[in-house]
Structure formats: C-alpha cells, structure tokens
C-alpha cells in the first residue's frame, strides 16, 4: 500500500481528472490518477472548447497546443427564427468554439500532467472508498504481471472525477437526484453528401432537433433527438438509422456516409447534493451531468478542476487555510446548477410539439437573441466568459471581485510590456500594483505563493480604475482596491493565501 500524507488520487482520467492532475503536478504535489480503460479512449465525445476554457489554457500556457488542431468556429446557429449567436463579439483572444475532439483533448492533458510529474496508471478501476480524518483509502483492481490482482491505495486526498456513474460518489452515499429525458438519442461521426451551410447548428423540427458540428476535415458530428421510445443504449447505432432521423428534421436527405463512431445516449439532469465528504470530492460528471446543448459538459469539468486544483493545492503545501476548500462547492454549484436548469429548459422548449410552445420558440428567441443585450449574455453565458463567483455579492463596491479578468497589456516602469496571462504560467497568485509598486510591497511574506507587479494597465476599462488587484492563480479577481487600503489587502491574503511563512515579517 503505497501511502502519503501530501498525495493526492485522481479517479478518472477524463478532461476534468487529467486537468486537474496537471494542477497539482504544476504546484509539485504528489498525485496519481487511476483510470479504469486499459488505454486512451479513440472516440471524439465530447467536442468543443470554449472561449473561456481555452482562457484557462493559456493561463498555463497551453492554448496554442489545444487550437492547433482544431476548428475555430466564429458563429453558431439555431434554426428558430434563424437565430445567430457570433462569437466574434465576445471580449477575449479566443473569439470561437474550437472542435477538438475528446481524444485529443485528453491526450494533450495527459501529456501535460506526465510533462509536470503525474503518474497516470490505466487498467485501475476503482472498487470502493474508504476514509477517516487522516487519509483516504482506494480499494483498486487491475493487473499485476499479468494477473488480476486487488489492491489499496492510500492519499491524503482523493477526488472523484469518473463520471455519471461515479464509484467515488456511489460508495460515499452521496445523492444523485434528478431525471433522465425520454428520447431517443443517435449519434455519429460521419461524412455527409449534403452538409448544412453553418459549422455549428441546431436545427428544430416537428420531429426533434439535430446538433450539427463540422470537424473542419470533412467529418461531421450528427446528434438525432427524436420522441421514438428509446432504445437499449447496447443497441447497435446504423448508418441508415441516422440517415432517416436526419431526413426526417431537416426535410432532405444529408447523404451520411463511412461513419467512424456511432453510439446512442440517454440524456439526464443530474446533480450531486454535495460536491464533498470529508477527505473526498466530486468533479465534473460525477457532480453533474446535463442534456449536451451548448456544449457545456466538458467545459464545466476543466473548469471545476481549474477551480479545485490550486486550491487543494495549496492546503496539502500548507500555503493556504483548510477552509479555503469550502469555496469550492459554493463557487462551482451555482454555475452547475444554472447550466442544468438552462439546458433543461433548451430541450423541452425545442423539443416540445404543443402549439403555443412552437409559436414562442420561433417569435420569442430570436426577438431576444436580436438585441444587443440579450445576444451578449447568451453568448457570455455560453462561452463562460460571464460567469461569476458569488463573491462579487459581498463587494458591491468593488464589482469585479469574484470576475473573470481579461488579459490586459501591463507596462512596466522600465516601458517594457507583456500581456497579464503571462504571468500565470507557474499557477501562482498575482499582485498588480498601478501606483510605484508601493502596496506590492505590503505582500513580500507572502512571495512564495505570490507574484508583485509593479506595471500601469493600458487597454482595460475594467482593470484600470483600480490602484491594486490581487488576482487569483485561475485568472478570478480575488480583491480589488486603492493604494491605500494596506489593511484590506493584508486581510484578502491571509483569507486566500494564509498566514505568511514564520520566517517572513510584514513591513511596517
């Protein structure tokens, strides 16, 4: 039984498990993820990037290895009322869903987790858990020298990152309340004779609804949701099965043709009643799973791992306080919970065949989506640029705490610039200082989870107003302030980054 006190078990390695490997591989805490495939999955699932994702990328450096090999799409659409969301307005390098799929997405995290000292052990399936106030225990079966063989493993902490039908959750007890939708659900990854004209699109039928994503090599993935029963998901999936529900809502045949993944799938709106127990937390699916409109799965899963990883982190290194731990869950779930909710409505709205229902969805959408206002919010919304951290409530004088901040040119006093996002690349904590580096000085015990700037903010009507800004190692605005509130920046680090090393004394 292999044992620390600083170790961390990943279970699941999945978008959300191997980034958050590569979190605490970064920060150089011990961590193991344990998958149960054999080997890295060839399916494409899960597809699109967005903008806000790819931001968090490039806080590690890692964008430009994601949208290499992918299909930026600039717009998407739905065919109610020809509504159009252009991602071209959002405020962000990343302008675009970029469609990559699962597999690749993985195989670069993986990459990335070893790069930085992760151990990933596939053929390791997760039995059961077991913890006390000290440590968790994973009972894991998998092959040894060729023979099956049972083992434990034991961590400080262990994070559930293996889906719908966590083991980790299901072995805690912990509640998975919700429901699963009674449609069938074909999907494949398929070439078409007659594609649609846009990259990205929701077509709406009397018969259902199509999500219609081009691969951008001459693939396409094609998602049919229809009111037939739904079949057995071990069902064989057909070519000329697809083929027909295509025909059926698009009122033509697309000619699909050399399909190289088919499957079918149960849609569910699901969320755990609680993302922790003791020494043990819930992530991505595990947490929450939703109808995939909008593609937002994945993206909520290397989100709460963004969220989580520097967090736990720091407490397992001792840099920061236990409870930090606790803004986990309420900074994740309210977002969750609104993705599930705004998915659930999406899909009984556009899959509903009541009349009244059919005329709001064609006059009322688009009327929305048509103002400025409206297509901004949905497209914030859905990119995960406008999130917000339930912080932001409690400083109503200073709303951009708790806020995802953007990447602002910063020139420093010797008139050399560099773009905020820079400065992330090692995970750690960021003070700016837009007033001679005086407040910066305030924070010096704390440089060894800390960054100090001293640089003026150029191009950032939300950054600018604001002599100092302590930002958060995953790009959140932790506190916002004037140079001289020296007593509430003291007070903001020790909430987020604890009390400074005993060797280190705060300057007078």
Known sequence: M???NKRVIVAGAGPGGLMLACELA?????CTVLERRPGRSAESRALGLQARTLELLQLRDLAQRFTAGGNPLDHFRLTVGATRIDLRRLDTSFQQLSILPQSRTEELLEERAVELGATVQRGAEVLAVQQDDKAVTVRVRGRDQGRDS??????????GCDGSHSTVRESLDIGFPGKSYPYNILVGDVRLARPPSDGMLIQVGRGGLVVAIDFGNGW??????????P???MEPATPEELGSGLATIFGYDLGPHDPVWMTRFRFQN????????????LLGDAAHVHAPLGAQGLNLSMSDAMNLGWKLAAVVQERAPADLLASYERERRPIATRVLKATDAAIRVMMSQRMPVRVARRLVVPNVVRTNRGHQTLAGYISGLSWVYPSARHHARTPIIGRRLPDACLRGPDGATQQLFQLFHAGQFVLIDQDGGRLAD?????DDRLLRVSARIENSSVLSPYRAILCRPDGYCAWAGDTGDKRALLSALREWCGD???AATTPT
């Open 26 to 30: 970064l920060a150089g805490v011990p």
């Open 2 to 4: 292999k044992n620390s």
């Open 150 to 159: 049972t083992w434990d493993e034991q961590a400080a902490w262990l994070v």
């Open 220 to 229: 396409w993935r094609m998602g049919v949701v229809d009111w037939k029963p």
């Open 231 to 233: 079949k057995d998901t």
């Open 270 to 281: 699901r969320h755990a009643s609680t993302y922790r127990r003791g020494r043990v937390f």
């Open 442 to 446: 305030e924070a010096v015990p704390w």
């Open 500 to 502: 400074p090393p005993l």
